[in-house]
């Protein structure tokens, strides 16, 4: 009984050399290319961005749920305002970083818009949004939830839930009223703490 041979394959099942081209494949190639040339060497070195470590998903997902239930509506106290604008800064962080985010010293890199949704729609979305931000390693958000001029009495809801959320979250370093051109009192800018 004879063996049967493997396409690219030799007999003693080694890979055998890929198939040469015949003269005219050669000539069709050379003409198809023209008279392109390799580029020279230029000494540089390509960077390699190190890959992000891998996010336990389900983990987070499992536990997503409890940390949305766990967000209260409660507006501690420790929430200031001056001159009409909420801000917040985690005790022990130091106070020009507040002053900071107040004049845009981190680039926004991402947003949630949370107008229009009831305010258990919007918890979720918010805790949502931030496990992803925090996943990604971002470090400043913004949080678009309106000026209340739709809700009833036109008082900000929203706005002072998501004040209060976000102080509950040992994530949150600090936040305050974006500045007008990023939405006013209608979205809070926040400084996450950096992933490690």
């Known amino acids: 009984m004879t063996e049967q041979k ?9 890979k055998s050399a890929p198939p040469s081209l015949s003269e005219e494949d050669t000539s069709l190639f050379r003409a198809a290319i023209g008279d392109a040339r390799p580029l020279p060497d230029s000494g540089k070195t390509l960077f390699t961005p190190q890959r992000p470590r891998p996010a336990p998903r389900q983990s987070r997902l499992h ?6 239930d766990s967000l209260s509506d409660h507006i501690p106290l420790a929430l200031s305002e001056t001159d009409g604008e909420f801000s917040f800064l985690r005790p022990g ?37 931030l496990e992803e931000s925090k996943s990604l390693g971002l470090r400043c958000v913004r949080i ?5 001029f739709g809700s009833r009495n036109q008082e900000p809801v929203l706005k002072l839930k998501v004040a209060s959320w976000l102080m509950q979250r040992d994530d949150t370093l600090a936040f305050c009223q974006a500045r007008p051109i990023e939405g006013g009192s209608g979205a809070t800018i926040v400084l996450l703490r950096k992933a490690f």
């Open 6 to 14: 493997k396409p690219g394959e030799c007999k003693d099942g080694g």
């Open 63 to 68: 536990d997503q749920p409890a940390l949305t």
């Open 93 to 129: 962080m130091a106070l020009p970083t507040l002053k900071k985010l107040r004049r845009g010293h981190w680039n926004i890199q991402a947003e949630i818009d949370l107008h229009g949704m009831t305010s258990d729609e919007a918890r979720a979305s918010f805790s949502e949004f």
């Open 144 to 148: 678009i939830h309106g000026k209340g």
